[in-house]
């Protein structure tokens, strides 16, 4: 499974984008990006994955680097709701198998 | 709709006592999966079942059972409980193996003494 490596802390102002990076430079091609985010210490919470197309959907934006070495998870708009653990995660298209690492700590500031 | 449900939420065991974790899902999912989540660290995969009567072990089975008779609930049991398992549970369900995204519960949180 491919690692992936992300910023330990990020800070945004609600309203303003937030931008997520994420590296998975040993990424494979059956391997899809995942994104999962975790409000205090609920359960975590899908937000979108994608192969090598961006991709959008009501909550956010991917976008996939052409060498898909790397992404970034796009919130458009912030709000305090939106503090959470955002883990970025590589996954085979036929294994459920999630290694989620540390994630990036995401606050969201008035 | 329910989607994965957990119970307890809350749970103080002394070491060698045992106890089950209760998973139940309402959407019909083929796959589900317990995972355990320490301070610091992200989820790591204990047991998972590809459907009813089917199980396999994770990254870090030992210590714990799990048993699929039903497509809904995927319970999870420790027969002997040790201080090393104090932890957060989370349960999570998808449409079947690599299909879709995992929803999860809301967590067990055990404390061994």
């Known amino acids: 499974d491919a690692k992936t490596t992300q910023p330990t802390s990020m800070d945004c102002a609600e309203g303003r984008a937030a931008n997520l990076p994420c590296n998975h430079s040993?990424?494979?091609?059956?391997?899809?990006v995942y994104w999962y985010r975790q409000i205090h210490s609920q359960g975590p919470q899908y937000i979108i994955h994608g192969l090598k197309n961006n991709e959008t959907n009501e909550m956010a934006s991917l976008i996939i680097t052409e060498d898909r070495k790397s992404s970034t998870l796009i919130l458009p708009h912030a709000t305090l709701r939106d503090t959470a653990v955002y883990y970025c995660i590589v996954r085979a298209y036929n294994t459920d198998k999630l290694i989620f690492g540390t994630g990036t700590r995401l606050q969201v500031f008035p | 709709n329910a989607g994965v449900t957990q119970t307890p939420k809350f749970q103080v065991l002394k070491t060698g006592q045992s106890m089950t974790l209760q998973c139940a899902q309402d959407m019909n999912h083929e796959y589900m999966s317990w995972y355990r989540q320490d301070p610091g660290m992200g989820l790591r995969l204990i047991h998972y079942?590809?459907?009813?009567?089917?199980?396999d072990q994770g990254e870090v089975p030992n210590g714990y059972n799990v048993s699929r008779s039903t497509t809904e609930d995927f319970p999870l049991r420790l027969l002997s409980a040790a201080p090393s398992q104090t932890s957060v549970y989370f349960c999570?369900?998808?449409?079947?193996?690599?299909?879709?995204?995992?929803?999860f519960g809301n967590g067990t949180r055990l404390t061994v003494t």
């Open positions: 079942s590809v459907g009813a009567g089917i199980t």
């Open positions: 999570a369900s998808s449409y079947g193996q690599g299909v879709g995204p995992l929803h």
């Open positions: 040993t990424i494979s091609g059956n391997e899809y």
